[in-house]
T-cell receptor
Framework: AQSVTQPDIHITVSEGASLELRCNYSYGATPYLFWYVQSPGQGLQLLLKYFSGDTLVQGIKGFEAEFKRSQSSFNLRKPSVHWSDAAEYFCAVGAPGSARQLTFGSGTQLTVLP | SQTIHQWPATLVQPVGSPLSLECTVEGTSNPNLYWYRQAAGRGLQLLFYSVGIGQISSEVPQNLSASRPQDRQFILSSKKLLLSDSGFYLC?????????????FGEGSWLTVV
């Protein structure tokens, strides 16, 4: 069974600083990988996804993520954080061809200081 | 484009009362449908998923049930709510087939059991 670990429960950065949120997964083959963002009291919005091909994936809102098979990681990055990026971020892994579900990490809460 | 709606957005119910949360998807046909629960400060837990009308798979045994009476309608129910049922409930959908793991979420429903 697949699993996802987001080691950082809470991260605080200053506005304008760079950001990297960590995600490690466990899966026997090449998985589908996702990052979602959730603002308080709202549903989850898809930021980006990796299915195959180029391991550097561009998403919405200036985010990108890099799939590193050797490290079983899919870290999310943004070169310059905006105050509106404050939210909770979830990494998820899916098994190709499975309708069942995505397995989500426990989330990383991002606080942005002015 | 596809849209997903769930209602009600907020619900306060006494212990032992029934529950019905509804979700509809527009702009697609034969989607996979999901119900997730997000307890305060915790990640997402898959409750039910459905690959077709009348086909429901349960992930977690509990006093909740789900039904899919129509292709794009998914209902979460309970006959008698427990305090532990409080949380944020998210309906979601995905396409079937290639790339079907990308899950899109509704706005969520806050349930408080008192």
């Amino acid at each position: 069974a697949q699993s996802v670990t987001q080691p950082d429960i809470h991260i605080t950065v200053s506005e304008g600083a760079s950001l990297e949120l960590r995600c490690n997964y466990s899966y026997g083959a090449t998985p589908y990988l996702f990052w979602y963002v959730q603002s308080p009291g709202q549903g989850l919005q898809l930021l980006l996804k990796y299915f195959s091909g180029d391991t550097l994936v561009q998403g919405i809102k200036g985010f990108e993520a890099e799939f590193k098979r050797s490290q079983s990681s899919f870290n999310l990055r943004k070169p310059s954080v905006h105050w509106s990026d404050a939210a909770e971020y979830f990494c998820a892994v899916g098994a190709p061809g499975s309708a069942r579900q995505l397995t989500f990490g426990s989330g990383t809460q991002l606080t942005v200081l002015p | 484009s596809q849209t997903i709606h769930q209602w009600p957005a907020t619900l306060v119910q006494p212990v032992g009362s029934p529950l019905s949360l509804e979700c509809t998807v527009e702009g697609t046909s034969n989607p996979n449908l999901y119900w997730y629960r997000q307890a305060a400060g915790r990640g997402l837990q898959l409750l039910f998923y459905s690959v077709g009308i009348g086909q429901i798979s349960s992930e977690v045994p509990q006093n909740l049930s789900a039904s899919r009476p129509q292709d794009r309608q998914f209902i979460l129910s309970s006959k008698k709510l427990l305090l532990s049922d409080s949380g944020f409930y998210l309906c979601a959908w995905s396409t079937q087939g290639a790339g079907g793991n990308t899950i899109y979420f509704g706005e969520g429903s806050w349930l408080t059991v008192v």
